[in-house]
């Protein structure tokens, strides 16, 4: 049986696993210093779950309807020999793509040829700037664009095309690297998504005034280089996609906060101790850990099914000031 479409009659088709709510990078839209600092208290390593537990319960999704797996988090490859999950999923029928979203600091060649022979077709790899000095500002751990060139290029080399760089655009932080990230990688095969800051969690400090929207993001790119919308590959997809008219190549840009797409949303989220979120925007999750003490899969099947059938999020939609402020989970915690 595969879990009812939810209330909006949308059905469950992707899921993210945030495997770490562990990060080497302190992101200042997503990880501010100030909050997860030295005395910010992480998951202890036995409230995580482990990859048998993770692949137990994506096959229970996979049977539910899930045909697509992203691995995230926190730093997805902070989590030791993450090869072996991949592994696993691989394996579970109905899964069609598996992806992993990182910041490319631990991805070498190794690690993408341990990937893609586990399994793994595809990475997003985030990059916020391509002026060195800029990006060290974001990541906030002074580490150098290069490095993430080099992670690119390995996964370019390892064959886990086409590879998407997200670049999340911020008013004043980085909006003056939207046409130095698009001259980088134009006609690079990789495709550039810019991404509207979004107020996820609470500890950013989110403001609409932040928010570089996504018709002045493509504006700003078409002013240089023409560009041509493209049509969506399915239903769903979250990227308005656009091609440079002079064969440069595609770029997508993700407007969750001017022109939300929650109609048509499949993704449920998976915490790292196994919380059910879904929406990015939710509030709680419903765990799912202390069915994973049952036998039989049945249980956890059935209340996946209960819980996706009563599923009313549309947050994005329904954006406020007053929603913004309304107390919600971390980006970290749940993965983008
Ligand atoms: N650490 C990995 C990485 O950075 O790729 C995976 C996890 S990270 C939370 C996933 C994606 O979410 C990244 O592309 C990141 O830039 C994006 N992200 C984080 N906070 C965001 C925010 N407030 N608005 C929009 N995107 C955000
Ligand atoms: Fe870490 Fe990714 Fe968040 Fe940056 S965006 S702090 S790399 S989890
Ligand atoms: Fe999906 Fe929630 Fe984002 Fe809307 S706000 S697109 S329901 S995750």
């Known amino acids: 049986?595969?879990?009812?479409?939810?209330?909006?009659?949308?059905?469950?088709?992707?899921l993210r696993i945030s495997v770490t709510d562990?990060?080497?990078?302190?992101?200042?839209y997503c990880m501010p210093k100030e909050v997860f600092g030295s005395e910010h208290a992480f998951l202890?390593?036995?409230?995580?779950?482990?990859?048998?537990?993770?692949?137990?319960?994506?096959?229970?999704?996979?049977?539910?309807?899930?045909?697509?797996?992203?691995l995230t988090g926190g730093e997805p490859l902070v989590r030791n020999q993450i090869e072996r999950l991949v592994?696993?999923?691989?394996?579970?029928?109905?899964?069609?793509?598996?992806?992993?979203?990182?910041?490319?600091?631990?991805?070498?060649?190794?690690?993408?040829?341990?990937?893609?022979?586990a399994g793994l077709d595809r990475v997003t790899i985030s990059l916020d700037a391509i002026e060195d000095g800029s990006f060290r500002r974001i990541n906030d751990?002074?580490?150098?664009?290069?490095?993430?060139?080099?992670g690119i290029q390995a996964a370019a080399e390892g064959d886990l095309h086409p590879i998407k760089v997200n670049m999340v655009v911020q008013r004043g932080l980085n909006e003056d690297q939207i046409l130095p990230m698009a001259e980088h990688f134009r006609g690079s095969g990789h495709i550039l998504r810019f991404i509207e800051y979004m107020d996820v969690g609470n500890s950013n400090g989110w403001r609409m005034?932040?928010?570089?929207?996504?018709?002045?993001?493509?504006?700003?790119?078409?002013?240089?280089?023409?560009l041509d919308p493209l049509d969506p590959h399915y239903t769903g997809e979250v990227a308005n996609r656009y091609r440079y008219r002079d064969g440069g190549g595609e770029i997508g840009i993700i407007s969750s906060v001017t022109e939300p797409f929650c109609g048509t949303c499949p993704r449920a989220r998976l915490s790292a101790k196994g919380e059910l979120f879904t929406c990015l925007f939710a509030a709680r999750g419903h765990d799912l850990r202390p069915l994973l003490a049952e036998d039989s899969d049945e249980?956890?099947?059935?209340?996946?099914?209960?819980i996706w059938g009563g599923r009313?999020?549309?947050?994005?939609?329904?954006?406020?000031?007053?929603?913004?402020?309304?107390?919600k989970v971390e980006m970290s915690h749940i993965g983008g």
């Open 87 to 117: 592994e696993g999923l691989a394996g579970i029928p109905g899964i069609q793509d598996i992806t992993l979203t990182t910041n490319a600091s631990l991805l070498t060649l190794e690690k993408v040829r341990l990937l893609r022979s």
């Open 44 to 70: 202890p390593k036995s409230e995580i779950l482990s990859f048998e537990e993770i692949t137990r319960l994506a096959r229970v999704f996979a049977a539910e309807g899930i045909e697509k797996i992203r």
């Open 22 to 28: 562990r990060c080497n990078f302190r992101c200042v």
């Open 209 to 226: 005034d932040d928010v570089v929207p996504a018709a002045e993001i493509r504006d700003t790119v078409a002013s240089v280089w023409p």
């Open 1 to 14: 049986m595969t879990a009812p479409n939810d209330t909006l009659n949308r059905p469950l088709r992707d």
């Open 312 to 327: 009313t999020d549309r947050y994005s939609e329904l954006r406020s000031a007053e929603t913004a402020a309304q107390r």
């Open 141 to 150: 751990v002074d580490y150098p664009v290069e490095r993430v060139l080099e």
């Open 299 to 306: 249980p956890l099947a059935e209340r996946i099914r209960t």
